[in-house]
């Protein structure tokens, strides 16, 4: 979680009674998925390109981007078999993989000397 990210729950913890980001309206939680007044916020702030679900994949990608292990985004997810998480981020992985591997060519090489004695 993010510094700036915590001070927001934070000062809302303050004026929100309970636990969850999205509280349900009867206790417990909302979904993230059709989530109707997160989908108005987005609207509201002029982002008619943006979802629930482009949220959670960006949360995948920047993880996954950032080197975290494949299992840790499964759990996160609440995906009961890393085959789940996998599937959705195969091609990520696999391009930051290839990324990854590619960049090794911008490492200098130092040569290597045989001391003669």
């Known amino acids: 979680m993010t510094n700036r990210l915590r001070a927001t ?3 809302r913890k303050k004026s929100v009674d ?3 980001v999205f509280p349900g309206r009867f206790g417990g939680h909302k979904t993230i998925q059709n989530n109707r007044a ?5 609207q509201r ?15 995948a ?14 759990h996160l997810f ?5 085959k789940t998480t996998e599937k959705a981020y195969a091609a990520f ?6 990324k990854q591997t590619i960049d090794l060519l911008d490492k200098p ?4 000397l045989n001391v003669v004695r």
């Open 9 to 11: 729950l934070l000062n």
């Open 18 to 20: 309970g636990e969850y």
């Open 38 to 42: 997160l989908e108005a916020a987005f």
């Open 45 to 59: 702030a002029g982002l008619d390109d943006v979802s629930s679900h482009n949220l959670r994949n960006t949360f």
């Open 61 to 74: 990608t920047r993880l996954l981007s950032r080197g975290a292990g494949i299992t840790d985004v499964q």
């Open 78 to 82: 609440g995906h009961a078999s890393v």
């Open 93 to 98: 992985v696999k391009n930051e993989r290839f």
């Open 109 to 112: 090489v130092l040569p290597r």
